[in-house]
């Protein structure tokens, strides 16, 4: 048996490591204004955080066609895989889920099996790789979306904020917050364990962040993996990290249009 994996780029893995590990990532696209551009195809993280700082408005994020996703399946199929998992950024937060199981309809020659990771990122990024990693060692189907899900609700993933402009921008904060924020130096910190943006306090200055992100990681935790936005203090953050990393990530558009640049991520296992 042949399981191959499919996945979207809100995963945040480089291309790299989804050429190593087999993984087909979709992209999703961004739009500036009149400008669309394809996640990691035509716009790189760099470019984006670059793009961004030039702009008033934010970009517009969309999940990718169903065609897409089918294109990703087809090739699979082609290519000898007997099954397909594909494992999507969480459903509370985009339609790339909803697009995939479009694209399941058209598909013929192999089961197609759809799995919501409930996370984003270098958490989801975490949940792909490990099934990667079980196909690749021959597991079926059914035991690689048993584990993932195992996975998914043992997976959290947290972030800090480095900047009110993007929450702003978005309308997630009016105004008069934003500049209050930024004049006491509010750091918002955030919890995407459950698969949706959830409050998770704030710290004054970004010192005082890091501190709080690096003391939620458990001593018993594993699958560590870090984000950024190209925060400058990435190397100061993973200085304060007793427990091994296994990979520190750029992190895309997708969720960098609402992080903002210098956001870090920070996902573990329990």
Not at 72 to 84: N, P, V
Not at 105 to 110: C, E, F, I, K, S
Not at 223 to 252: C, Q, W, Y
Not at 256 to 262: A, D, M
Request: charged share 20%.
């Amino acid at each position: 048996m042949s399981v191959r994996i499919v996945t979207d780029s809100g995963c945040d893995l480089s291309p790299e490591t989804a050429e190593t590990l087999g993984i087909s990532v979709v992209p999703l696209s961004i739009r500036f204004g009149s400008t669309e551009y394809t996640d990691r195809v035509d716009l790189s993280p760099e470019k984006f955080y670059a793009e961004m700082a030039a702009r008033e408005e934010l970009p517009e994020t969309a999940a990718p066609s169903p065609g897409a996703f089918a294109e990703a399946f087809r090739a699979h199929i082609e290519d000898g895989a007997t099954s397909i998992v594909c494992i999507n950024l969480s459903e509370a937060l985009s339609a790339t889920a909803q697009a995939a199981r479009t694209a399941v309809n058209t598909v013929d020659g192999a089961p197609i099996h759809i799995v919501d990771s409930v996370s984003a990122t270098v958490g989801q990024g975490t949940l792909v790789m490990r099934a990667a990693e079980a196909a690749r060692d021959g597991a079926s189907a059914e035991d690689i979306i048993a584990s993932t899900n195992d996975l998914s609700a043992r997976t959290h993933v947290l972030g800090i904020l480095d900047t009110l402009d993007n929450l702003k921008k978005g309308g997630r904060i009016g105004n008069a917050q934003a500049m209050i924020g930024s004049l006491l130096s509010i750091k918002p910190c955030i919890d995407l364990s459950t698969g949706s943006v959830e409050e998770a306090g704030r710290q004054r200055t970004r010192k005082k962040a890091l501190a709080w992100l690096a003391g939620e990681l458990p001593a018993n935790a594993t699958n560590v993996a870090i984000g950024h936005g190209l925060a400058p203090d990435i190397d100061k953050f993973k200085e304060m990290i007793d427990i091994d990393i296994d990979r520190t990530s750029l992190i895309g558009p997708v969720v960098g249009t609402h992080g903002g640049p210098r956001v870090i991520g920070l996902s573990y296992t329990v």
